[in-house]
């Protein structure tokens, strides 16, 4: 299955890279950058069904960038990488999602937004009510989907 293909060395660094980029370390905050041994490590093995559309990204991103993200200067990878944002697509989606994923289940990050870094489950997590007259417009269009018999 091609999804299951794993990164060539050429795209790992690529895409530790953009990580690095979407997602800085910060002293302030006492967290890693996504492009943290453990954090990326965790990205490279979880990109699954994923894989396809981050290699698409990855490609888009040497061809805006005119070879290696990895090897360009910091400015213009950030302004190649801004490129890459304003064209949108599956693609970009994709990569951030992984990146953003694999970030947010770091323990060291969790314990950075002052969250228990364990699953949801069997404690759960308590969750703040809001205005559920947000959703009134929602529950008074029409269905725009076709009823089963």
Excluded at 22 to 49: C, E, H, N, T
Excluded at 107 to 124: A, I
Aim: with cysteine.
């Amino acid at each position: 299955m091609a999804n299951e293909i794993p990164l060539s060395a050429a795209e790992a660094r690529d895409l530790r890279a953009f990580a690095g980029l979407m997602i800085p370390p910060s002293k302030a905050y006492g967290v890693p950058g996504a492009d943290d041994d453990a954090i990326f490590a965790d990205i490279a093995r979880s990109l699954g069904r994923d894989r396809d559309d981050v290699g698409a990204a990855l490609k888009r991103l040497v061809a805006l960038g005119g070879g290696s993200f990895a090897d360009l200067p910091p400015a213009r990878r950030l302004e190649v990488a801004n490129g890459f944002r304003d064209g949108g697509g599956p693609p970009l989606a994709a990569i951030t999602r992984v990146i953003l994923l694999c970030y947010y289940r770091d323990d060291r990050v969790m314990r950075s937004l002052g969250q228990e870094p364990r699953s949801p489950f069997p404690k759960g997590h308590t969750v703040e009510q809001g205005d559920w007259s947000l959703l009134d417009p929602v529950k008074q269009r029409k269905p725009f989907y076709r009823r089963v018999p």
